[in-house]
């Protein structure tokens, strides 16, 4: 069965700081996706990561992939309030690119002044 | 261009009863995904439809079924509502490029559906 694991779920940043959310996975798949969902709404693609070694930066985040080790990244610079929300990284079920997405839990992240 | 359009938003039903949930795809997109995302979690993968058809499905039982038209809007059907069935129900539509799909979904609002 795959699954999908983050850490930390749960992270209290102040604004200004850096921090980075882990996403292991545990399939043979050469892309994964990050999404992001404000409360009470739906979700917001921000990457899709296409290869092993891929990154790709917006903004004050920046996300990339080891498909060898089965881990993605994502790394918030300098925090701000604005990116308050819980972020979720999936992986197709089969491994390849039909969008049978299975998510991890989410990191909910709240960024204090 | 429109994007995922669910209805309804919100509907509350009682035990055993059945309900049937709908999403209009982006304009563009031939495959249609559902998902049920439960309070405090990760969206779950209930199963997609590409060309009318069942292509891919996660651990969800019988009584979760779903339809694909030709304009490639979709519905998903779950009888015998249980407590537990009380979620977000998100729709995702997704394009094919070349004939091969992208993996990218793009997520409607979604139906909250209460079991009571």
């Known amino acids: 069965e795959l699954k999908v694991e983050q850490n930390p779920l749960f992270l209290s940043m102040q604004e200004g700081k850096n921090y980075t959310i882990y996403c292991n996975y545990s399939?043979?798949?050469?892309?994964l996706y990050w999404y992001r969902q404000d409360p009470g709404k739906s979700l917001e693609s921000l990457f899709v990561?296409?290869?092993?070694?891929a990154v790709k930066q917006e903004g004050r985040l920046m996300a990339s992939l080891d498909t060898k080790a089965r881990l993605s990244t994502l790394h918030i610079t300098a925090a701000v309030h604005d990116l308050s929300a819980t972020y979720f990284c999936?992986?197709?079920?089969?491994?390849?690119?039909?969008?049978?997405?299975?998510f991890g839990k989410g990191t909910k992240l709240s960024v204090k002044p | 261009e429109t994007g995922v359009t669910q209805s309804p938003t919100h509907l509350i039903k009682t035990r055993g009863q059945q309900v049937t949930l709908r999403c209009s795809s982006q304009?563009?997109?031939?495959?249609v995904s559902w998902y049920q995302q439960a309070l405090g979690q990760g969206p779950q993968f209930i199963f997609q439809?590409?060309?009318?058809?069942?292509?891919g499905r996660g651990n969800f039982p019988p009584r979760f079924s779903g339809l694909q038209f030709p304009n490639y809007s979709s519905e998903l059907n779950v009888n015998a509502l249980e407590l537990d069935d009380s979620a977000l129900y998100l729709c995702?539509?997704?394009?094919?490029?070349?004939?091969?799909?992208?993996?990218?979904?793009?997520f409607g609002e979604g139906s909250r559906l209460t079991v009571l």
């Open positions: 995702a539509s997704s394009p094919t490029s070349g004939g091969a799909h992208t993996g990218e979904l793009f």
């Open positions: 304009s563009g997109h031939n495959t």
């Open positions: 999936a992986v197709d079920l089969y491994g390849g690119s039909q969008g049978n997405l299975i």
């Open positions: 399939t043979t798949s050469d892309r």
């Open positions: 990561l296409l290869s092993n070694g």
């Open positions: 439809y590409y060309r009318e058809e069942e292509n």
